[in-house]
Structure formats: structure tokens, C-alpha cells
């Protein structure tokens, strides 16, 4: 019986590292046949950000199927939304959004994640992203949205991020004043 329960808890804490969103080192992705060219280029500067299909193919693959090379998506948007303004920020707004309300979970696990690849800064960036994406289309009832924004990710979200899930939207909601 102990046997099973620890390779019960090993094979849990092993599925836990696949589907995570625990991200590698940079040239894990930058080495991989998996990884975009576009999102390569994009992080070697060979481009810069703007509302073109270059960099929105990057936003578009934060909902890829690999979850091994998904943080590196993450790892990127996070970076254009730091520079982005205009139709370019309005856009990763949205793609930020629907990300942490459909894929709470990664998107959580990457914001707060210890490994180097996740800035504090990114916290800021998403949550300022959003709130932008809330004061445009929710313009005079940005509470109400929030609250039904985060029901939808709390309903997706595994119990041990809830309560991080709970403090970005307070975030969210403090960068909407």
C-alpha cells in the first residue's frame, strides 16, 4: 500500500512539472523546433513589438497547446506590454484578459513564479494590461466586469491559487481607479 501511494505522489507531482507553467531557462526555448520563429526574433530584438501579425502570432500563442513552450509566450507578451502602446497595447489587453480567465492557472503559476524568467514586474504589467482592457469596454462599470472577470477564472483555477488569483484582480481593480 505505501508502495502505491508513493507512486501515486510521484506521478502527481511529476504531471504537476509537465502541465505547469513553471517556466526553463531562456535557452531551452530559444533551442527549440517548437518555439516560433517570430517569438525567437522577437526575443533576440530582430523586431520591434507593433500591431502587426509578428508580434500578435506571439499573443495568439499564449493559448498554444504546448504547455512546454507556453511560458516562453507569457515570458514574451510580458515583455511587449511594458513597451506597448496604442492599438498594440489595446490588443495584449485583451489577449491578457482572456488568457488569466480561461488559463488562470498558467498564468498564475508564471506571475508568480521564483524562477528568473518571472519579474515582479510582470504582476504590474499584466494587471495595468487589463485594467486598460476593463476602463475601455466596461467604461463607468469596471467593478462590475472585474467581479465577473474573476468569477470566470476562479471557476477555472485550482484551489492553491485562488487566493493570488483574489490579490491580482484587487490589482486589476486598484489600476482601474
Known amino acids: 500500500m505505501q508502495i502505491l501511494r508513493t507512486l501515486f505522489i510521484g ?3 511529476m504531471t504537476i ?8 531557462d531562456i535557452p531551452f526555448y530559444l533551442n527549440s523546433k517548437q518555439v516560433s520563429k517570430a517569438g525567437k526574433d522577437f526575443y533576440n530584438g530582430k523586431f520591434m513589438a507593433g500591431d502587426d501579425t509578428k508580434t500578435l502570432s506571439i499573443s495568439d500563442s499564449l493559448n498554444t497547446n504546448n504547455n512546454l513552450t507556453r511560458p516562453f509566450y507569457i515570458y514574451l507578451v510580458s515583455e511587449m506590454i511594458d513597451k506597448a502602446d496604442g492599438a498594440l497595447s489595446e490588443a495584449l489587453g485583451n489577449a491578457c484578459k482572456e488568457f488569466i480567465e480561461y488559463h488562470s492557472d498558467e498564468a498564475i503559476d508564471f506571475l508568480y513564479s521564483n524562477n528568473n524568467m518571472g519579474e515582479k514586474k510582470f504582476i504590474d504589467n499584466w494587471a495595468k494590461a487589463i485594467a486598460g482592457e476593463f476602463m475601455i469596454d466596461c467604461e463607468g462599470k469596471e467593478k462590475q466586469c472585474i467581479k465577473k472577470s474573476l468569477l470566470i477564472a476562479l471557476i477555472k483555477s485550482r484551489s492553491d491559487n485562488k487566493l493570488k488569483l483574489k490579490e491580482f484582480y484587487q490589482k486589476v481593480e486598484g489600476y482601474c481607479q
Not at 512539472?17 to 526553463?24: A, C, F, N
Open 11 to 13: 506521478t502527481l507531482l
Open 17 to 24: 512539472k509537465v502541465y505547469g507553467q513553471v517556466p526553463q
